[in-house]
């Protein structure tokens, strides 16, 4: 007993066995004497007390109570620091947890230092480049940008390097339950982690739950020669400080989209290759569309192309291509990235992964070893640092103990090229897979005002519908400001909105979202027969 309340709590734990009919407990002594029907074994005085959380032994007719032990901490290790590892960092310690976070490269994962927030910078600096040389009114006068690439890779790792300190080292540095061990790690067992610190030195843990958050990293095809080649991937090309002057992209989906044409605006001569169709997953509409924009402003786009070797001659690349010889002084690979697993040495847990090596959880994040976890893009969830976040939130509340599901059914999607590619929910093709019955509309953007008074009318909205019942069930974008557009037909299709409810909200006049609206009044009426702001 620590106080005068233990004591309190003791005899009242005594008092509440049937037989006892007085109790008398002293915090100083630390001993309780009591006055019981004849015959009542000790045991049961000693187990009233102890289910308190108290300690207790017999002795000299006596009966001694010790103040409860404090439960061990759970002990989490999370092998990883990107946005997944963190978010459940953070939660493991609010749920009371001790963590351990292992990293072997740079804090802060992906987004942060090589993905979300460089590119995005570098998409800006080269949309305000696309403007000075190209924009639609005739009254200001256009010309070439003066470029200074160092100049912007300098302001550009500058802000990773704020957020990176302000998101992530700072959390470090002001949680005490969170701990960093640097080293690369693997398991020895299910049980047991072996991590390799810098020093080479090796450190064995023994967490009761254990977090895979190792993210991905560029996936290289294996074309002949290229491996012999200095090639590009997207880490290399955020941080280039030269502009190529023609920049070969392999690959067709968002990084090599995105990329392609940062780079075609910053004065490159930009050739994009791609196996197949751009952004094949998506409605072939929006990767139809995308294409004829992305020529428009002078890109070479060669779709269903193999590339079938590849050469440098230390100054030029050579690609032999399907549809023949490509020669560039840069090459970006961007064909896909692939889960950081290979080195966990997981064969030795028994966790199942796919045939990329992604983990496979469910939707509490579980592997199929009941004491690991896994979160963000190294698993089979989708491939999103707002996904990742989430997840390792999840993972957190049920490594210690809740329970909380990831929901994927409304996941939206930006791909940030220009016009942006926005997704949300089901195409056509998906929802007929599911054996659903629709109805869809497609508004092209010259029917959206804020679309005409940008005098930039790329692009469409097509909303996909329940034949039956009319509620949204998808919502694909192709649009200036697309992004900012497309959670508000997330929402819609979260809360089961039909098509008619959509078109019969307010939306703002002379905003790009208010085409969802119109979008959605063409499945009843013809939207240029009406009035602005028609409702």
Not at 20 to 26: F, G, I, K, N, Y
Not at 192 to 217: H, N
Not at 414 to 423: E, G, I, K, L, R
Request: hydrophobic letters at 45%; aromatic letters at 4%; one cysteine or more.
């Amino acid at each position: 007993m620590t106080c005068d309340h233990c004591a309190a709590s003791v005899k009242q734990a005594l008092l509440a066995v049937a037989s006892v009919s007085r109790a008398e407990v002293s915090y100083p002594d630390a001993t309780a004497h009591v006055e019981v029907a004849a015959g009542t074994p000790v045991s049961v005085l000693l187990d009233a007390v102890r289910v308190k959380g108290y300690g207790a032994e017999a002795g000299g007719g006596a009966c001694c109570a010790t103040a409860p032990k404090t439960p061990a901490k759970l002990s989490v290790a999370i092998i990883g620091t990107g946005s997944a590892a963190f978010a459940a960092a953070i939660r493991a310690v609010e749920e009371g947890a001790e963590v351990t976070v292992i990293e072997a490269s740079t804090t802060g994962g992906t987004c942060v230092n090589v993905g979300c927030v460089p590119s995005k910078i570098l998409i800006r600096a080269a949309h305000v480049a696309h403007l000075q040389a190209r924009h639609p009114f005739p009254g200001l006068a256009t010309h070439a940008p003066t470029l200074d690439r160092k100049a912007l890779v300098m302001q550009q790792q500058a802000r990773v390097i704020e957020l990176r300190h302000a998101k992530y080292e700072n959390i470090l540095e002001t949680n005490p339950g969170i701990t960093l061990l640097r080293g690369f790690a693997r398991f020895e067992d299910a049980k047991t982690l072996v991590v390799k610190q810098p020093d080479g030195a090796e450190k064995r843990l023994t967490p009761d739950r254990i977090l895979i958050a190792t993210g991905r990293s560029p996936q290289i095809p294996d074309v002949p020669g290229l491996a012999d080649t200095p090639f590009w991937t997207s880490t290399e090309a955020l941080i280039a400080e030269e502009t190529p002057a023609h920049l070969i992209v392999y690959g067709g989906s968002v990084v090599a989209l995105e990329l392609a044409q940062a780079y075609l605006r910053l004065g490159s001569q930009v050739t994009l290759v791609t196996r197949g169709a751009l952004l094949s997953k998506d409605d072939p509409a929006i990767g139809e569309g995308l294409k004829a924009a992305l020529i428009e402003e002078g890109m070479r786009v060669l779709t269903d192309t193999r590339v079938n070797a590849v050469r440098f001659d230390g100054k030029a690349f050579d690609l032999e291509t399907s549809a023949g010889t490509l020669s560039g002084d840069r090459l970006l690979v961007a064909t896909g990235r692939k889960p950081n697993t290979a080195g966990l040495s997981l064969a030795a847990t028994g966790v199942i992964t796919d045939a990329s090596g992604a983990v496979k959880v469910d939707d509490h994040l579980r592997t199929n070893v009941p004491h690991i976890f896994a979160a963000g893009d190294c698993t089979n969830a989708p491939q999103f640092v707002y996904v990742a976040a989430a997840a390792g939130t999840r993972a957190a509340i049920n490594m210690t103990g809740g329970d909380a599901a990831l929901d994927l059914s409304v996941v939206p999607a930006v791909v940030f090229t220009d016009p942006q590619v926005a997704t949300v929910g089901l195409t056509e093709a998906q929802a007929n897979e599911l054996d659903m019955a629709t109805d869809s509309r497609t508004l092209t953007l010259d029917n959206v005002p804020r679309a005409l008074a940008n005098f930039d009318t790329r692009g469409f909205i097509k909303l996909v519908a329940d034949k039956q019942t009319g509620r949204l069930l998808g919502a694909q974008v192709l649009a200036g400001e697309g992004g900012e557009i497309i959670q508000t037909a997330a929402l819609a299709i979260r809360n089961r909105m039909t098509v008619t409810d959509l078109a019969g909200q307010l939306f703002p006049y002379l905003t790009m979202v208010e085409g969802l609206k119109l979008a959605a009044q063409t499945f009843n009426r013809d939207v240029k027969q009406l009035s602005c702001c028609a409702g």
